[in-house]
């Protein structure tokens, strides 16, 4: 393998623009920063204050792009920055565009049951990403078609309802690939309401449907990053993926995953 060091790494994190417009996804308050205050001091060095201190509140998991583990979906705590033991691997970027529920009903399905007017990534899309794949390959970045810009900025509500996957995409994502780490520029990869199943985080994560605690069957090793913005200026293939997280003790933190193109 071969990495291209002449080209500066691309990020595919959203700007986070806590004073302007920002992405959100299931209702949730738009993040936020406000100067510090206390004892007299402010944080702001237009209303005297002697530096800038901001105190931030966000929402990883609606607010932008994050990553996170299984414990979005169990009781027990496992922080991205734990499973991520290398955060440099192998990535393949492929562009899909999602299809109406009605023209995949054969062979693709959800729970809760599918509406005919909603638009899904299809089990057949994904397994003929694998030709793609590089045995070395760990980890998947899908951009989805139309690719707007707005993406960045969108509003994911009842009325915007964004794509998701089939069940049977994501079982065969999880069961037949090496893919460990799965990115999308979608906000979630189930459905956005969907009764609170979360199948398809539990299917890529090896989870009975209902069950919140660990187990030896589960997959704890993989996560699935969320929100990405991958621009029409990148191309589809093999990249060097550094899936950036902090060490903050949460399910999901905010990530900052960049590209470095690679050949082998």
Request: with cysteine; aromatic share 6%; charged share 15%.
């Amino acid at each position: 393998m071969r990495i291209n060091l002449s080209k500066t790494p691309r990020s595919i994190a959203i700007d986070l623009n806590f004073s302007g417009p920002q992405p959100s996804h299931f209702g949730a308050n738009a993040a936020s920063a406000v100067p510090m205050q206390v004892d007299g001091f402010v944080g702001d060095t237009r209303q005297g204050g002697s530096c800038n201190v901001d105190v931030i509140q966000m929402n990883p998991h609606c607010n932008g792009t994050h990553t996170e583990t299984i414990s979005h979906i169990v009781d027990e705590l496992l922080p991205p920055h734990q499973v991520l033991e290398q955060s440099l691997m192998v990535a393949e970027l492929v562009t899909i565009e999602p299809q109406l529920a009605t023209e995949l009903i054969a062979s693709n399905s959800y729970q809760p049951p599918m509406e005919a007017d909603e638009y899904l990534l299809s089990v057949e899309q994904l397994t003929a990403v694998k030709k793609s794949l590089h045995k070395h390959t760990k980890a998947l970045i899908i951009r989805t078609l139309p690719n707007n810009k707005n993406k960045q900025r969108r509003h994911y509500n009842g009325q915007n309802q964004p794509p998701y996957f089939s069940n049977e995409a994501i079982a065969w994502l999880a069961n037949e690939t090496p893919i460990e780490h799965l990115l999308v520029d979608l906000p979630s990869i189930d459905r956005l309401h969907d009764k609170g199943m979360l199948s398809n985080h539990r299917l890529f994560w090896n989870l009975s449907p209902g069950s919140k605690q660990l187990s030896e069957s589960c997959w704890q090793h993989k996560t699935i990053t969320e929100m990405v913005y991958v621009a029409d200026d990148i191309p589809d293939g093999s990249y060097l993926l550094n899936l950036q997280v902090p060490k903050l003790n949460l399910n999901a933190v905010p990530s900052n995953p960049t590209l470095q193109p690679i050949s082998f």
